[in-house]
């Protein structure tokens, strides 16, 4: 018998089998927003063997969820992506993120890492459809060292890591003032007016950045018990 196996005929648990595993869907958030070679895997997540990160790779590969490609010039290096299969994960993984937005994340721990490329699937999973009705722009976002871009088209968001060719507007802010700015539930307008962000561009871009990407109100998930009644 398998011991990785629930081993029950059930869509739920023949899922989980495939990506269960401890590091399994943050490997794939990764790979969700472009193809990255092995050490940009092992950067981002920190904590991550390189025994295990290879196994967790095979074990992707072995299940037709990623496959091995070669980065375009100028690196021309071999990565991991994807397969069809695999990129179908981003809508429940993005359902993961917006929960864990609103009932999971609470104050940061002293213990916990923090990577600035996390915010290209932070931008999918809090960006709001209906304020982006109507709107085609691309904005490009940079937190320390970190670049990435969002193209906006109509409701629709194609969000990934590197600087944008043509963006109508760029949003610079630091990674402190970012985990500021996230933990307060602002928004990129709010830390731009502040003084925490700076930005440049295409100045109805700009205005229309004030609610394309909201943080849901953040929930306990304590549960207030009825208070016995008393004679």
Known sequence: MDQRSYNQYCATARTLDLVGERWTLLLIRELLTGPKRFGDLQASLRGLGTGLLAARLKHLEREGLAHKVMLPPPARTPAYALTEAGAELGAPILGLARWGLKWAMGERRESETFHPGWAVLGLRACFDAEVAAGLRAVYEFRIDD??????IDDGTIEALHGPAQHPDATITISEEAFLDVTSNGLTFADAIETGA???????????????????????????????????
């Open 197 to 231: 962000a700076s930005a440049s561009g295409d100045r109805e871009a700009l205005r229309r950045l004030k609610g394309l990407f909201r943080l849901p109100p953040p929930r306990s998930r304590e549960v207030d018990l009825p208070r016995p009644d008393h004679a």
């Open 146 to 151: 970190e670049v990435f871009h969002a193209r």
